[in-house]
């Protein structure tokens, strides 16, 4: 069983910056691609970034691209998201997942941190 807690969430003014840190715990983190998820009300939750267990390159939501950056350390067991030039726009609840599909180890979500942007 794998434990994620995000934190750094918070309010920011536009034009701002956030990092998002996602601490797992309880399993292989090396194992896992880990990956950001957001969420408004009424709305599905949308995927924001992912970096993969092995080499292979991050992906991201063709709207955050420039602007976040998603890292890990597997020697902190903790994945980050570096959010920069923040907007309105990316309010939300931000979701840590883990996902260890490729090892079958199964897949964890995080209890969500909040991110408000607005002046």
């Known amino acids: 069983q794998v434990q994620l807690v995000e934190s750094g969430g918070g309010w920011v003014q536009p034009g701002g910056s956030l990092r998002l840190s996602c601490a797992a715990s309880?399993?292989?983190?090396?194992?896992?691609?880990m990956a950001w998820y957001r969420q408004v009300p009424g709305k599905e939750r949308e995927f924001v970034a992912r970096?993969?267990?092995?080499?292979?390159?991050?992906y991201y939501l063709d709207s955050v691209k420039g602007r976040f950056t998603i890292s890990r350390d597997n020697t902190k067991n903790t994945a980050y998201l570096q959010m920069n030039s923040l907007k309105p726009e990316d309010t939300a609840v931000y979701y840590c997942?883990?996902?260890?599909?490729?090892?079958?180890?199964?897949?964890?979500w995080g209890q969500g941190t909040q991110v408000t942007v607005s002046s």
């Open positions: 997942y883990a996902d260890g599909t490729d090892w079958r180890v199964g897949d964890y």
């Open positions: 309880g399993g292989f983190f090396s194992r896992y691609t």
């Open positions: 970096i993969p267990w092995s080499s292979g390159s991050p």
